[in-house]
């Protein structure tokens, strides 16, 4: 899908996902045999180009953060090619997947369990640069004290401790060590889901600043569809570990294709109280990723279902230049990955 869909625009991807597949086993008894699989995320295909940020949004337990952990290589696929830069990094070891590491980082929800608090804020940023840079310990200071200021922080505030600092300036901190290495990508998995509002938006528009000024890359995950719209340049709509659209944001919100993503805009408030909006209140609960229901995965929730969608699994579709959806009501052409 990814391919065919960028030669459509004709542009190139720093990031290339097809097809990516990740299963966790369930294990039972006492010799822990496998009884069943977590279908965390199935088939799913994205793609994301140089100095851009594609928002992945979705109920929780959809598969999102999983997908973020997968294209850092923190856990192992069940299937699918991750290519970084044109080359596979899906499958290869520790040693050679080094090299890459230094460009692909993240940005974790919690700013405070994703900071070492035995280590002060000096240490936690100068680590990664320790890790793939050979620099004096002087020159090592006057780069995290540069990356303080980027961020918002003050080098006097080095020397404190995780714990000394509010959440606003915990993930300022964590953004911080994210651009250490002088990274290419970063996955920022909910990372201001966790703070007060009038804070989400200086950090919102602080990671926009950077991607302004060092030409990032950001695969966003939220579940704030108003955040995602912020921030975002196209997205990506999930649902139980499927991709069913995706396109340019300003699409997005102005003509969504797909029935899961009337439903999730339909939710957000609008600023104006006077504005009149229909709201879509689906049916039932998620069913459970270890036992998916066949055909569409949406079917049991969706209003405008049809037989055909309990039978057959809809294939991602072009309906416009740039718009994939997934859903047997929408004509377009079929994409599929080379």
């Given at each position: 899908m990814t391919a065919t869909a960028r030669r459509a625009n004709g542009t190139g991807a720093l990031l290339n996902v097809e097809h990516l597949t990740k299963h966790y086993p369930i294990r039972k008894?006492?010799?822990?045999?496998?009884?069943?699989?977590?279908?965390?995320?199935?088939?799913?295909?994205?793609?994301?180009?140089?100095?851009?940020?594609?928002?992945?949004?979705?109920?929780?337990?959809?598969?999102?953060?999983?997908?973020?952990?997968?294209?850092?290589?923190?856990?192992?696929?069940?299937?699918?090619?991750?290519?970084?830069?044109?080359?596979?990094?899906?499958?290869?070891?520790a040693r050679e997947m080094r090299a890459h590491r230094r460009e692909l980082q993240a940005v974790f929800q919690d700013p405070y369990s994703s900071l070492n608090p035995r280590m002060r804020a000096e240490d936690?940023?100068?680590?990664?640069?320790?890790?793939?840079?050979?620099?004096?310990?002087?020159?090592?200071?006057e780069r995290v004290a540069s990356l303080f200021e980027r961020v918002g922080l003050r080098a006097d505030q080095m020397v404190k401790y995780p714990y000394e600092f509010s959440g606003g300036q915990r993930q300022r901190l964590g953004i911080a060590r994210a651009l250490a290495p002088n990274p290419r990508l970063i996955v920022c998995d909910?990372?201001?889901?966790?703070?007060?509002?009038?804070?989400?938006?200086?950090?919102?528009?602080?990671?926009?600043?950077?991607?302004?000024?060092?030409?990032?890359s950001y695969l966003f995950i939220a579940h704030d569809l108003a955040v995602v719209e912020h921030i975002s340049h196209r997205v990506a709509v999930m649902y139980l570990g499927k991709i069913v659209?995706?396109?340019?944001?300003?699409?997005?919100?102005?003509?969504?294709?797909?029935?899961?993503?009337?439903?999730?805009?339909?939710?957000?408030?609008?600023?104006?109280?006077?504005?009149?909006?229909?709201?879509?209140?689906?049916?039932?609960?998620?069913?459970?990723?270890?036992?998916?229901?066949?055909?569409?995965?949406?079917?049991?929730?969706?209003?405008?279902?049809?037989?055909?969608?309990?039978?057959?699994?809809?294939?991602?579709?072009?309906?416009?230049?740039?718009?994939?959806?997934?859903?047997?009501l929408r004509d377009g052409e079929p994409v599929e990955a080379p």
């Open positions: 008894g006492v010799f822990s045999r496998v009884s069943g699989q977590v279908h965390a995320v199935d088939d799913v295909s994205f793609w994301v180009e140089e100095g851009e940020t594609l928002g992945l949004v979705g109920e929780s337990g959809c598969g999102k953060s999983t997908t973020g952990k997968a294209v850092l290589r923190l856990t192992d696929v069940t299937s699918g090619a991750i290519s970084w830069r044109g080359q596979r990094i899906d499958a290869l070891p936690i940023v100068a680590e990664p640069i320790r890790n793939f840079e050979d620099r004096s310990p002087a020159e090592i200071r909910e990372p201001v889901s966790a703070l007060d509002v009038s804070v989400q938006a200086q950090v919102i528009n602080l990671l926009m600043d950077l991607q302004d000024e060092l030409g990032l659209e995706i396109t340019d944001k300003r699409t997005l919100f102005a003509n969504p294709q797909h029935p899961y993503t009337e439903a999730l805009l339909s939710a957000v408030p609008l600023p104006d109280p006077k504005a009149a909006r229909k709201r879509i209140i689906l049916a039932g609960d998620v069913p459970s990723p270890v036992n998916p229901p066949a055909g569409c995965r949406f079917h049991t929730r969706c209003p405008v279902a049809q037989e055909r969608c309990r039978i057959e699994a809809p294939a991602m579709r072009l309906t416009a230049p740039g718009h994939l959806v997934a859903c047997h």
